[in-house]
């Protein structure tokens, strides 16, 4: 992410020149001790480790380099240093693998700075890409900065600006690693009662209202399956509050209720920490008091009365969604409690949120180094945080209505989570559908069961990230001739990162469905299809393949059948695959589901199929 234009062109020329470097360091080779200082302080300042040089390397450079050179990095190897003393000090500085060089050339009267690119240029220029370049001058240094970047080296006008690009090399690569992560499966615990949260909001609605009371935003969460603190709700009567109280035992945590009044501690309708009868009547009547001042015309609905729960070594984080009128619905994460917009402690991300992601989302904000614990405090439940995170992302895509929701605090040790209070507003007039998301959603309505003959209960529904594991095990059980038959090659392994690109797929996109059944209690994957349209959707490549020992059942043509259907709605006009002329089995199939079979016009032994999904226009 960048924040400036000239940011925008610095990663992108380094993107275009650079982008096979995965090195996480860098060594700074000048020929200047000032130019050397201004690289390392825009390293410390953007994060970027500078290389320890290793006792190998510093003895290869004494050889090459005057005995008065830094012995350390930045190498600086001089102000007089002739063209191949950079040539040299290059060449050893290439053997340290793990580091991206920068070269920083300040421009002497004693060699031409051209004569010094010329030189480099072989070794700058050499593949994977090792070398970003920064030639400090203007006139003096044109002719050899453009000597550089016609040999495809990254240039950059300033030190500072060549640190900016790698640092920004560095956040491509380590997001691109995070969004292949095989994420775990969500733990929090709980079923999601979808048709009752639906029937609450409704109510809510034909209430006329879009503001949930606190005890029906409690509800709403324990029916997502979040853990929550019970409520009691009583009439606007002090007497009733401490029954209340006593039936639930002290201490207890009292608030006023009212349709009108959306954050209670704003108007002093907050008491925490209750411990007797007369504490509570005490606190009930100076709450009505203050509210009736500050907000006359505020309805009071009563109280509610709960808990004080007590965790010890707890947190206090805020999880909250909106809806952005540009990028459609948002979700923040980040230090919660009645002082979170004081600390401004918080990160956003775009929906759908999987395991790793809602990871990704906690470590952006500061409070999470607490999270990971520190003297006598342990880590907290890293997994109950995420786990809200995913069923919240969840959520906003089962539930349209929702237009904002904050659970501030969430309340978390290394024991458990639980949500103290919460706020959700719904409308009727929000959009519905995958449209409104910036990224499609898992498009869990997709998802259907059959009762097979021969297998028993069959679920067939969108891959997720999450079914690495089982899809790597349905790969290995595979017989290597119906692998070949699929892919035209035989291979029985397969790398995580192409494991990876087959289950992190945008639905919007293609569309993978994989055939599931439940063996002793455990999900495996038994046969799979997948559809990758083209940019316009004019037309859909095909693939299918079922578990060897699952042949003959009839899957094949199930799975067919659902990416047919799937297609034809999503407006994919037609569907294209390329078969073995000896894959009989398959190219039945596909004829017996309409497709026209004809040779292939390069090669004598594949067969190209296609069917028309819509009419011709």
């Known amino acids: 992410r960048v924040f400036t234009l000239q940011h925008l062109f610095i990663a992108a020329e380094l993107l275009a020149r650079f982008r096979d470097n995965r090195s996480e360091k860098l060594i700074v080779l000048t020929n200047g001790g000032g130019a050397g200082v201004m690289a390392a302080d825009a390293a410390a300042f953007a994060g970027v480790e500078l290389a320890t040089l290793s006792p190998e390397l510093v003895e290869q450079l004494d050889a090459v380099l005057p005995g008065n050179w830094s012995r350390g990095n930045p190498v600086d190897i001089i102000g007089d240093a002739p063209a191949q003393r950079y040539v040299d000090a290059m060449k050893v500085l290439r053997q340290d693998r793990d580091s991206a060089i920068l070269f920083v050339q300040a421009p002497t009267a004693i060699v031409p700075s051209t004569d010094i690119a010329q030189a480099l240029l072989p070794l700058a220029s050499e593949r994977p890409p090792r070398v970003l370049g920064s030639w400090l001058g203007h006139s003096a240094v044109a002719e050899a900065r453009a000597i550089f970047r016609a040999g495809g080296v990254p240039d950059y006008d300033t030190p500072e600006e060549a640190v900016r690009a790698f640092s920004f090399l560095r956040q491509y690569h380590r997001h691109q690693a995070e969004l292949m992560e095989t994420p775990a499966a969500n733990t929090l615990n709980g079923s999601v009662d979808l048709a009752a949260i639906r029937e609450l909001v409704q109510f809510v609605l034909a209430d006329g209202r879009e503001i949930l009371t606190e005890p029906e935003a409690k509800e709403f969460l324990r029916l997502a399956g979040m853990p929550v603190t019970p409520t009691r709700v009583v009439p606007p009567e002090p007497p009733a509050v401490v029954y209340a109280a006593e ?24 008491r925490l920490n209750l411990h007797n009868a007369a504490e509570v009547e005490q606190a009930a009547q100076a709450m009505l008091d203050r509210v009736a001042e500050r907000m006359p015309h505020a309805r009071i609905d009563g109280f509610t009365v709960q808990p004080m729960v007590r965790l010890k070594n707890a947190h206090e984080l805020i999880i909250g969604a909106s809806v952005d009128p540009l990028f459609g619905p948002v979700i923040l994460f980040g230090q919660g409690g009645t002082s979170v917009e004081v600390v401004a402690d918080r990160a956003l991300a775009l929906p759908p949120l999987n395991t790793s992601l809602a990871e990704a989302l906690v470590e952006r904000t500061r409070i999470a180094k607490l999270l990971r614990g520190y003297r006598d405090v342990p880590p907290a439940r890293m997994d109950a945080i995420t786990g809200t995170l995913v069923a919240i992302s969840q959520l906003l895509a089962d539930v349209p209505e929702i237009a904002e929701l904050d659970i501030n605090p969430l309340l978390v040790n ?20 995958a449209d409104r998301f910036a990224i499609r959603p898992y498009p869990q309505e997709l998802a259907s069961t059959h009762d097979w003959n021969g ?35 035989s291979r029985r392994s397969i790398e995580h990162s192409e494991l990876a ?36 959707n004019d037309s859909a490549e095909f693939g299918v393949m079922v578990r060897s020992d699952m042949k003959g059942h009839g899957l094949g043509r199930l799975l ?19 078969i073995l002329r000896e894959n009989k089995g398959m190219l039945a199939l596909a004829s017996d589901l309409g497709f026209t079979v004809k040779p292939h016009p390069e090669d004598p032994d594949l067969r190209e199929v296609e069917l028309p999904l819509r009419p011709a226009r």
């Open 247 to 270: 039936t639930l035992g002290y201490p207890v945590v009292i608030k006023i209720l009212s349709h009108d009044i959306s954050h209670k501690s704003d108007v002093g309708g907050v």
């Open 414 to 433: 290394d024991q458990e989570a639980v949500a103290l209070d919460a706020r959700v507003r719904v409308s009727r007039n929000r959009p519905s559908g």
């Open 455 to 489: 297998i028993g209960t069959l679920t067939v529904r969108p891959i997720r990230p999450e079914d690495e594991p089982q899809h790597r095990a349905f790969i290995e059980c595979m017989d290597p001739e119906d692998i070949r038959m699929r892919i035209f090659y």
């Open 501 to 536: 690109r087959l289950t992190q797929i945008d639905y919007e996109r293609e569309m993978a469905f994989v055939a599931t059944v439940s063996v002793n209690g455990k999900e495996e994957t038994v046969g799979v299809v997948r559809g990758i349209c083209d940019p316009d």
């Open 560 to 578: 067919m059948d659902k990416l047919i259907a799937y297609l034809r709605s999503h407006g994919t006009q037609r569907i294209v695959g390329t």
